[in-house]
């Protein structure tokens, strides 16, 4: 089923927004630039604008300035992007969803939620899909319930409606009586690179840190030697006649230099020097 199909089976776009409107929409983070996604640098961007903590792998939502944005966050985590983690956990995926909100981008809803239903897969054999009302749908548009009747499945856990603690503890709203919506955080102090520069300097040279990770010297690998051949029969044998040819071709350029020697001087080789007339048929005698 290709992206455009199932956009259509969840009821999210119809055929002509399927051919029309959806070529233009967010899809999801990447790391190199890409058409129609939106590069990490810019979602870092983003939650150092909405948060008090820096960009990495272990945000939370009680850590986003306006309880507001921490209340659609909530809303997101529970309905689109359904997910095994604690509500209050942010990952890239959330935080996508949630700037396309805040700065109004519009993204494409069907890709969202493939991403999410894709994810899961993950767990292996205790995988579980959650987005309950949005499986349905699927099963109802693909028609599955025509094979499967609903009655013949056994049903999963009954939903429940979140309660005021939840949102107490993730402080989107206050413990008062009655509730009302958290004071906005103050923004963090934004850091002056001069002093931070000036104190890392006052840090010996063995103890620094670089700042930024482009700042690491490269790291050089040993090139690993190639192996030995097994030494075996046949690699002796090998070896014998490619030193005998070695010293046989070593023999001729030495007897070629002197004989170039000798001419040049006029001098006459020795009787040892002169080769050595074989005997065909001596040879053949001797071999009877």
């Known amino acids: 089923m290709s992206l455009p199909q199932f956009a259509e089976a969840t009821g999210f776009y119809t055929d002509q927004e399927v051919e029309s409107e959806f070529r233009g929409l967010l899809r999801q983070v990447v790391k190199e630039e890409k058409d129609y996604c ?38 997101l985590v529970s309905t689109l992007i359904g997910r095994h983690e604690w509500d209050n956990k942010v990952n890239q995926h959330s935080l996508f969803c949630l700037m396309c909100m805040v700065e109004r981008r519009p993204a494409y809803l069907a890709s969202i939620l493939a991403w999410s239903l894709v994810r899961p897969k993950k767990g292996g054999g205790k995988a579980r899909l959650y987005g309950g009302s949005y499986i349905t749908m699927l099963a109802a548009n693909l028609g599955i319930f025509v094979d499967f009747p609903p009655e013949r499945m056994r049903t999963g856990p009954t939903p429940s409606l979140m309660e005021l603690r939840s949102f107490q503890m993730a402080r989107i709203v206050t413990c008062d009586d009655p509730p009302v919506w958290s004071e906005v955080l103050p923004a963090p102090p934004s850091p002056d690179p001069a002093t931070e520069e000036a104190t890392h300097t006052t840090i010996p040279e063995r103890y620094q840190v670089p700042l930024q990770r482009h700042q690491l010297p490269a790291r050089e690998y040993p090139v690993r030697q190639p192996r030995p051949e097994p030494l075996t029969l046949e690699a002796v044998y090998d070896r014998m006649d490619r030193l005998s040819d070695l010293v046989e071709q070593v023999r001729q350029e030495t007897r070629d230099g002197v004989r170039v020697i000798m001419d040049h001087f006029h001098l006459q080789p020795s009787a040892s020097w002169q080769p050595q007339q074989e005997d065909p048929v001596g040879r053949q005698q001797g071999g009877a």
């Open 38 to 75: 939106v590069l990490k640098e810019e979602l870092a961007r983003f939650w150092r604008a909405i948060a008090i903590s820096p960009f990495s792998n272990n945000m939370v939502a009680s850590d986003i300035r306006d309880p507001v944005y921490r209340f659609v966050h909530k809303i």
